[in-house]
Nanobody, 122 residues
Framework: QVQLVQSGGGLVQAGGSLRLSCAAS????????MGWFRQAPGKEREFVSA????????RYADSVKGRFTISRDNAKNTVYLQMNSLKSEDTAVYYC???????????????WGQGTQVTVSS
């Protein structure tokens, strides 16, 4: 059974940092693109960041550029999202996803993590 299991997240004050992890199991995802999306209450799911299997191509949403960093460790089948200088508007449920291509739209991703809450207090 293919699974993406997320960890990290929680409550942090504005300006603080958090790191999200997403560990894949069931098959190797070393050839997949991995992405992060988020969904705030009452809003649609939005793209945050994505990385190709090699790590050679990375994409960020404008709203997180310079603050968030995506990385992956294929040996551990894990992708990370380091979030610095967090703002209240970053509050959302964050989801990791795996798919065949680097993309900033959710429909391009086949597998999804369970979601993890990130709450930034101002």
């Amino acid at each position: 059974q293919v699974q993406l299991v997320q960890s990290g997240g929680g409550l942090v004050q504005a300006g603080g940092s958090l790191r999200l992890s997403c560990a894949a199991s069931g098959r190797t995802f070393s050839r997949d693109a991995m992405g992060w999306f988020r969904q705030a209450p009452g809003k649609e799911r939005e793209f945050v960041s994505a990385i190709t299997w090699s790590g050679g191509n990375i994409r960020y949403a404008d709203s997180v550029k310079g603050r968030f960093t995506i990385s992956r460790d294929n040996a551990k089948n894990t992708v990370y999202l380091q979030m610095n200088s967090l703002k209240s508007e970053d509050t959302a449920v964050y989801y990791c996803a795996a798919g065949p291509h680097l993309a900033d739209v959710s429909r391009e991703y086949s597998y999804w993590g369970q979601g993890t809450q990130v709450t930034v207090s101002s």
